[in-house]
């Protein structure tokens, strides 16, 4: 039986989280702002919350209808049939966004659907679910628009960027799902030299070294429809055992940093995520640093003023690496994902492009340069 979801993801990731479910089976796509819905069978939840590297939920959609006042959110949690989903004596969290909505308080907009949701299991079962902000058994989602309110399970639990390797971190990461889907945007392939010179707590090299070695991005986590009535244990473990692992042959992944905490978190997170032995790292400052490899693909989250860094500092900083790049890095074309919207004019070369993107509530550009030696002309 067809089912519908939708799948939210990083801005400015749509396209290329639409192209990974259509690899992944997913059918009437529709590419919106902000993620894609699709339609599929039930298991395809299971697949996408397994194997996407982009999306950040996989939503299940069990509900919708126009409405005009909070009364029609209720009436509508009201009689939906969520028995059929899970059981009053699990525990609930409800969440409610909003795009134009004409209610004036989302706040009491989304208790009018709590409200519904443990009225119906109240009416059917004498009992009503307990509320759970932290760690809840089952999320409901309410998405509104001008007219229409729909209504989701969430087949996630925890958001799909936690994929469970990170276990130390550093200052102002990158998430996850935002780093896969940058990696996508520049093309970056296992065949082609991947270096990160100030990686942080390594996410750009682990997700790469994981697509390199075929290894699903859920395939160290627990997901939220574990939780729901329809999971089945047994088909479950079919999949996740006979997934395909497709690796490719000694990939090129190099990283460095100046700060020897950051590597030390970086090669605690590498040996969670089982590919410590494919990412080669050192320290040292991108400015000093040689490229590792003749040709191939620079990609960094640098420091920058909302985060981290002072402004006059980052300011003398950017020309530097301008230099550093012309000097060391001919051949390469040099990725930077960032807040600061000087960088392109300091650093003094010519971005070849330039994506917005959103670094959680950061609104990023990511500047591709493709360095020619000796010349800030592209």
Request: aromatic letters at 8%; one cysteine or more.
């Amino acid at each position: 039986m067809t089912q519908h979801f939708f799948a939210p993801c990083p801005r400015g990731l749509e396209e290329c989280l639409a192209e990974e479910l259509r690899v992944l089976g997913a059918g009437d796509l529709k590419v919106t702002p902000g993620g894609a819905g699709f339609s599929g069978a039930l298991d395809l939840a299971w697949r996408v919350n397994l194997a996407s590297r982009i999306a950040s939920r996989v939503l299940w959609r069990v509900a919708q209808s126009p409405y005009r006042t909070e009364e029609d959110l209720y009436a509508l949690a009201r009689d939906t049939t969520w028995e059929k989903h899970f059981e009053a004596t699990q525990t609930l969290r409800v969440d409610l966004v909003a795009t134009r909505s004409p209610l004036k308080s989302l706040k009491f907009a989304t208790l009018k659907v709590k409200d519904g949701v443990c009225d119906r299991f109240r009416d059917r079962t004498g009992t009503r679910p307990d509320i759970a902000k932290l760690g809840p058994d089952v999320r409901v989602h309410a998405h509104l628009d001008e007219r229409n309110a729909v209504l989701y399970l969430d087949t996630s639990g925890e958001a799909l960027f936690k994929r469970g390797y990170r276990v130390a971190d550093v200052e102002a990461p990158i998430r996850e799902n935002l780093a896969a889907g940058i990696l996508k945007l520049i093309g970056w392939t296992p065949d082609i030299a991947l270096y990160d010179p100030m990686c942080g707590s390594g996410t750009f090299l682990i997700e790469a070294a994981q697509i390199a070695l075929g290894i699903p991005p859920g395939a160290k986590r627990r997901f939220g429809f574990y939780n729901l009535k329809s999971f089945d244990a047994p088909a479950w473990q079919r999949l996740r055992d006979t997934w395909p692992r497709v690796a490719h042959p000694a990939p090129r992944i190099f990283g460095s940093d100046s700060s020897r905490d950051a590597l030390r978190a970086a090669l605690a997170n590498f040996t969670a995520a089982g590919v410590d032995e494919v990412i080669r790292v050192q320290s040292g400052d991108i400015l000093d640093l040689d490229a590792p490899a003749p040709e191939g693909i620079l990609i960094t989250n640098p420091p920058y003023g909302d985060r981290l860094g002072d402004d006059a500092e980052l300011a003398a900083f950017y020309p530097r690496l301008g230099d550093a790049l012309k000097r060391r890095y001919a051949g390469w074309s040099a990725n930077f994902i960032t807040g600061d919207r000087r960088m392109e004019k300091l650093i003094r070369l010519k971005a070849s492009r330039r994506t917005p993107l959103m670094n959680g509530d950061i609104d990023c550009r990511l500047f591709e340069f493709r360095v020619v030696a000796g010349s800030h002309r592209a």
